[in-house]
């Protein structure tokens, strides 16, 4: 069992920056794949960054590549998100999720748990 929490979020302008973090509670934190995920009002859940277990590969998809950066510290069963040159379209709540073992994936359904979510929102 693994319980997820997120905080960071918060209201900031076009071209701001935020970092999101999760903490993670257990013992084997670095046997779960990690990544996180948004949610816009009306929206599919959308696939935002992963993360290897060793936290040697990471993969964002195009929307963000180049803006955010996933990172984990496994000593602190943590993973984290900065977002830089944040545009009002990344407005979402943002989810941390964890994968037993195997790569990491972009499909919601692949990962075992979530955390609460974190409101992002960036104004125009």
């Known amino acids: 069992q693994v319980q997820l929490v997120e905080s960071g979020g918060g209201l900031v302008q076009a071209g701001g920056s935020l970092r999101l973090s999760c903490a993670a509670s257990?013992?084997?934190?670095?046997?779960?794949?990690m990544a996180w995920f948004r949610q816009a009002p009306g929206k599919e859940r959308e696939f935002v960054a992963a993360?290897?277990?060793?936290?040697?590969?990471?993969y964002y998809p195009r929307s963000v590549k180049g803006r955010f950066t996933i990172s984990r510290d496994n000593a602190k069963n943590t993973v984290y998100l900065q977002m830089n040159s944040l545009k009002p379209e990344d407005t979402a709540v943002y989810y941390c999720?964890?994968?037993?073992?195997?790569?990491?994936?972009?499909?919601?359904?692949?990962?075992?748990?979530w955390g609460q979510g974190t409101q992002v929102t960036v104004s125009s």
């Open positions: 999720a964890a994968k037993y073992n195997g790569r990491p994936a972009a499909i919601p359904k692949e990962y075992d748990y």
């Open positions: 257990g013992r084997t934190f670095s046997t779960y794949g």
């Open positions: 993360i290897n277990r060793s936290g040697t590969s990471t």
